[in-house]
């Protein structure tokens, strides 16, 4: 009798185990995987692209299931081949080129990066379409922001240090304005020391249709040698906890006062050929901007001289402190110098052009849970076209507002600024003044030089 009894909590025992094996995800998985490769391809021909694109990173049954060119070529036919928007004639070519493939029996996958080229080529096409609609008043296309939102592209700073280690940074914290857009990156923590980091890549990405991680494109935006940026680079403010490092134009690091370590990374992009720079390079070189050659005029002999429209604005990461567009500038020849030309757009002594500027002039940062703000710091944006309307120079970087010794001013009193930008193409000049606790720009002019003159 005991020994029935002990053989009964033995099978007991045996039955308990085996229904606990078969309910642990171990066995869940190995029963999926037991299943007829039919009932599995039917269960993922109700898939769609973006999950049957996932399912492809799960083993190597479904990896090799996933890649099967009769689904891809259904979800393909299905996306471009039953458009009723389609032509007649682009019907008739997607039916030879699908009747030329399975003659050829293509290779596993090929359909399904046909239909994600597929994907991309319509995207770029609608892309271009949107980029055409210009804003009269920058010269710029007016629905950049929307085209870089509904592409979903972000951008990434690939940093790299001298010990060959490399660390890739998302900079997830964006602000678009009218010409421009600031992103900013940090990480729990801090970077490394900026002595100890060889290079900075910032990249655009571009995940093509799908809200999958692993499909997306890289394009080098910028390659910055940091040992010879921050050796040439200058200090253009701080506050108690940080100072900001500009290394180019454009780029600034946040260094925690007292170290060497970086707090954030800021990038500020001007939207001449952004959408163009995040998407068309590759992940080792940038995208090559085509040449706009102007059409020469032999008769009229101040060619080049006139006709520019110049459109400015002065922000920080948060809000817009003025901005301006003034047109029809131009540069006599007696005022050529070292080959610059020079254009005034808010006089002096002209004081109905003269600009307000609402609020203080400062520079807030976010690094985690940490943030600050830099006071006599912003970011100015220019957009130079030329006679053409075409961009002729621009330039979107983080400037800091000087004193100035005070000079003899009867219509302003209080403390004079400025701001002096200048790089390898042209230079710009803004001078500001209080009057009555409101500042004002009273000067802003500029220089630039382009091969024109």
């Known amino acids: 009798m005991a020994a029935s009894e002990a053989a009964v909590c033995r099978m007991r025992a045996v039955r308990t185990s085996q229904r ?11 029963f999926i995987e037991r299943l007829p490769a039919e009932i599995l391809m039917k269960i993922l021909s109700y898939l769609d692209a973006s999950a049957l694109f996932s399912i492809n990173h799960v083993n190597k049954l479904f990896r090799y299931l996933a890649n099967d060119n009769a689904l891809w070529s ?11 928007k389609q032509k007649p004639h682009r019907m008739d070519e997607l039916q030879r080129k699908m009747a030329t493939v399975e003659m050829q029996e293509p290779s596993a996958g090929y ?5 994600f080229k597929a994907v991309a080529t319509r995207d770029m096409a609608e892309w271009k379409r949107r980029l055409g609609f210009m804003d009269p008043y920058t010269g710029l296309p007016s629905q950049t922001e929307q085209v870089l939102r509904n592409l979903h592209v972000t951008w990434e700073l690939a940093v790299c240090e001298e010990s060959g280690r490399e660390d890739t940074l998302e900079l997830s914290w964006s602000r678009f304005f009218k010409t421009s857009v600031t992103v900013c990156g940090s990480r729990e923590g801090s970077l490394p020391s900026y002595r100890q980091i060889s290079t900075l890549q910032l990249h655009g990405v571009w995940r093509i249709g799908l809200n999958c991680p692993g499909l997306k494109k890289r394009s080098l935006m910028a390659k910055l040698d940091i040992q010879i940026q921050a050796k040439g680079g200058k200090v253009i403010g701080h506050d108690r906890l940080v100072e900001l490092r500009l290394l180019q134009p454009g780029v600034i690091i946040g260094v925690w006062k007292g170290q ?13 050929r952004l959408v163009e720079r995040s998407l068309l390079g590759s992940p080792d070189s940038p995208y090559v901007e085509p040449i706009f050659k102007a059409p020469f005029d032999d008769i009229d002999p101040e060619y080049g001289l006139h006709g520019y429209q110049l459109h400015i604005v002065l922000h920080n990461t948060e809000y817009e402190f003025t901005s ?3 047109s029809q500038l131009f540069c006599r020849k007696a005022h050529i110098c070292d080959g610059l030309i020079q254009l005034t757009a808010i006089s002096r002594t002209n004081l109905s052009q003269h600009t307000p500027l609402t609020g203080n002039i400062t520079l807030p940062w976010r690094c985690e849970a940490l943030q600050g703000t830099v006071e006599n710091c912003c970011i100015m944006t220019l957009t130079l076209l030329d006679e053409f309307r075409k961009p002729f120079w621009w330039t979107s970087t983080p400037v800091t507002m000087e004193r100035q010794s005070t000079t003899a001013c009867y219509d302003y009193d209080g403390e004079q600024y400025r701001i002096h930008y200048q ?3 042209g230079q710009g000049l803004l001078e500001s003044r209080g009057c009555q606790d409101v500042p004002a720009v009273m000067n802003l002019s500029g220089c630039a030089a382009k091969g024109r003159v």
């Open 20 to 30: 606990a094996d078969k309910s642990s995800p171990g066995s869940t998985q190995n």
């Open 74 to 84: 259904k979800i393909y036919m299905t996306a471009f081949g039953r458009n009723k």
């Open 111 to 115: 359909w399904k990066w046909a239909y």
């Open 260 to 272: 060497c370590s970086v707090a954030f990374v800021m990038f500020t992009l001007h939207f001449h």
């Open 324 to 326: 301006g567009s003034f």
């Open 423 to 425: 790089d390898s193409d």
